[in-house]
């Protein structure tokens, strides 16, 4: 069984900072993706980035969607199966439940889609 296990989530004010991380566990082979979604009530949840693997000749890439281009950075410690949202100049908009979302390999070879359970961010105005 593969497992996302979230944390960082918290009260922050308008303009301040939270820095999110995510581990993944389990029987695992291979990462293809980890990134961040959130989902604020009553709305769908929608993508806030990911960061897709890299190889030999090219590392890393990681996309943003355009509400937190400059503000949020998401990177990843592959050794360890984590990946991390920092999150500056936050806005009240900002305000959701964040999910951890990885696309995974486990040992049996077997390419399946994981979710974190989900982690509270609020910012004040």
């Known amino acids: 069984q593969v497992q996302l296990v979230e944390s960082g989530g918290g009260l922050v004010q308008a303009g301040g900072s939270l820095r999110l991380s995510c581990a993944a566990s389990?029987?695992?082979?291979?990462?293809?993706?980890m990134g961040w979604y959130r989902q604020a009530p009553g709305k769908q949840r929608n993508l806030v980035g990911h960061?897709?693997?890299?190889?030999?000749?090219?590392?890393?890439?990681?996309k943003y969607v355009d509400s937190v281009k400059g503000r949020f950075t998401i990177s990843r410690d592959n050794a360890n199966n984590t990946v991390y949202l920092q999150m500056n100049s936050l806005k009240p908009e900002d305000t959701a439940v964040y999910y951890c979302?990885?696309?995974?390999?486990?040992?049996?070879?077997?390419?399946?889609?994981?979710w974190g359970q989900g982690t509270q961010v609020t910012v004040s105005s």
């Open positions: 979302y990885a696309i995974i390999t486990n040992w049996n070879r077997i390419r399946s889609n994981y």
């Open positions: 389990g029987s695992i082979f291979s990462i293809s993706l």
């Open positions: 960061v897709t693997t890299g190889d030999s000749t090219k590392g890393d890439s990681a």
